[in-house]
């Protein structure tokens, strides 16, 4: 029997619950123990753990956040850190640890298993979709679906009063929640951190827009896009465009929340589930993936070496569509 310990580390997500509840249910199935890990790791270090029971999972699945809380511990980063947290974990007799979170809380798992000796698997648990090694993360179809309702509600008073707005939204390193909510909302440009923003061109093209009779626009701007944010771009190109009026909405934090939509339910489900199958075919750092439907097992250095690429054709689809 395997005791195992499961966290959820770094940014939070939707979704991760149902991916907890997945880790424990299958875990039981096994006649395995779970212990869960309150506030990644700080409450590894801080021994700030639980022996979960089919109570806590309860619903759960479609509450948003995480029940566990999450963290981000510096105190981990040091050896002296993860040695304390070692010994609380030998002391519980915890042989396994499943970890939900993104790349940095990956490298952590590496470290974690190295050090303690024993396999540590990882679940993708981040708003961003960056990770390399599955098609889809958990919690980035529920933050591009509220994004996307926001933009809805944000078109019609565009159309209203006839103005450009710029929304931004997250990824401050991936353009991959700017990319497919653009797409939705039907956007007259989408800027990301990935590619080069050129001001110029965007006027120029908004000066077409505007010449050919289009009163309202949305331009979706990641957070981290080169220009700077949606307030930056939209000044830089109020400057060069004064007649149509720009305003700016910032949506903010409303996109890590909320009830995970079904996709994310069950992409969690998958990998919850997964990574307890991993643990029961002898495998150790890797991250489980679901790539082209199937679920396959990357190891943890290569998810987080390498970065999910933005697809040149979802690129172009803007520029087709616009
Ligand atoms: P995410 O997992 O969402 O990418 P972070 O990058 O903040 O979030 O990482 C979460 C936590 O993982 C950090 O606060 C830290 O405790 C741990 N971590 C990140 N990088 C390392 C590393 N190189 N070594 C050990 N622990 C790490």
Redesign the pocket.
């Given at each position: 029997m395997k005791h195992v310990a499961v966290l959820t580390?770094?940014?939070d997500?939707p979704g991760m619950n149902a991916c907890i509840r997945a880790v424990v249910r299958s875990a039981f199935r096994e006649g395995w123990k779970v212990a869960g890990v309150y506030r990644?790791?700080?409450g590894m270090i801080e021994n700030d753990l639980i022996e979960i029971t089919q109570d806590h999972v309860h619903n759960t699945i479609h509450r948003g956040g995480t029940w566990l809380k999450?963290?981000?511990?510096?105190?981990?980063?040091?050896v002296e850190?993860?040695q304390k947290a070692i010994s609380h974990l030998r002391e519980r007799g915890i042989d396994a640890v499943v970890?939900i979170?993104?790349?940095?809380?990956?490298?952590?798992?590496?470290?974690?298993s190295k050090e303690m000796n024993i396999p540590v698997v990882g679940c993708p648990?981040?708003i961003?979709n960056d990770l390399f090694g599955t098609d889809f993360t958990i919690g980035y179809d529920t933050a591009v679906n509220t994004a996307v309702e926001a933009v809805d509600r944000i078109r019609d008073t565009a159309t209203s009063h006839n103005r450009l707005f710029f929304v931004e939204v997250m990824g401050r390193d991936a353009g991959f929640i700017a990319l497919r909510t653009g797409i939705a909302v039907g956007a007259e440009a989408v800027l990301i951190p990935e590619t080069v923003t050129y001001i110029e061109d965007l006027s120029s093209k908004l000066a077409s827009d505007w010449a050919s009779q289009r009163r309202s626009g949305i331009i979706i701007v990641a957070e981290g896009d080169d220009q700077g944010g949606a307030v930056e771009v939209a000044k830089q190109v109020q400057e060069r465009f004064p007649q149509w009026e720009t305003k700016v909405t910032v949506l903010g934090h409303i996109q890590r929340g909320g009830h995970p939509s079904a996709l994310d339910r069950i992409l969690a489900s998958r990998m919850g589930h997964g990574a307890i199958q991993a643990l029961k075919q002898g495998l150790s750092s890797v991250m489980v993936g679901v790539k082209a439907g199937q679920v396959v097992y990357i190891p943890f250095e290569q998810a987080t070496k390498h970065h999910s690429e933005i697809s040149p054709y979802l690129l172009d689809l803007i520029e087709a569509l616009r």
């Open positions: 580390s770094g940014g997500a990644g790791y700080q999450t963290a981000r511990s510096e105190e981990f980063m040091t850190g993860r970890v979170g993104g790349d940095g809380s990956f490298r952590g798992a590496i470290a974690l648990g981040t961003d």
